[in-house]
């Protein structure tokens, strides 16, 4: 999910989000107060959380990526760094140091598939994964909203000239990349301890799933993202536990070898 809504923000703006971690921060930090506001599971509050998301994507965007979205990239880079380090400390400042955690029944449910024991809340995870991703697709191929989106990734100037309203194509995708990133935070929230830096576990690997898939390819992205699960969940068992994400790193460089553009990714045209 982290991958896939980092994807769209490429693929509609050219640019990488590096702010990502913080998001995903935020969606845990919005569920455990969701979950304490209208005293609530993580998943009958998820439209709750959404809208938070939603509401603090279109600050950021009004307030930060809008100044510079048409700048160079190490603007670009930048200022999504140092919105990762406002968006930290202001959380910090709020919610404090101590780490947070969410109650879920789900954590103590257990389910055989395949063969394979696991958690129902990782089933329940993956299934919301797959579900807004297939949603996401379809909406961008089969829908007018997503022809627009379509055309202004491949260029502005002439969408506009086809009577595409850009900017809201731009603020759509942005708010629609930061609510997926948070809705991952959002179900994965019963999971872990809830601290400022819990999305720095996550970042890494998105971003080598974005462009082990191809850049810009919601695809890519997802499948992506579920092979290096498996590569890390792999190694780490049956390896050693220490060499999991260097596994992730490893195939990264393997693939980059010998397709540079990525697993789904097209080369550049050449007029």
Known sequence: MLAVGTTIIFGVMRMINFASSAFIMLGMYVAWWACNLFHAGVYVTLPFSVLVLAILAYLSFKLAIEKVMFRDAASVIIVTIGLMYVLQNITLMIFGTTPLNIFSDLRMKFYTVLGITTQAIRLISFGTSVLLTVILALVINKTSYGRCMRATSESQEIAQILGVNAKFVFISAWIIGIVLTGIAGTIMSPLY???????????????????????????????????????????????????????????????????????????????
């Open 193 to 271: 301890n809830i601290t400022i830096g819990v999305g720095s576990i996550f970042g890494s690997t998105a971003l080598i799933a974005i462009v082990l898939g191809g850049m810009g390819d919601i695809r890519g992205a997802f499948i992506s993202g579920i092979a290096l699960g498996i590569v890390e969940a792999l190694v780490s068992v049956f390896v050693a536990p220490e060499l999991g994400q260097s596994a992730t790193f490893i195939l990264f460089l393997v693939v980059m070898r010998f397709k540079p553009q990525g697993l789904f990714g097209r080369g550049e045209r050449v007029a």
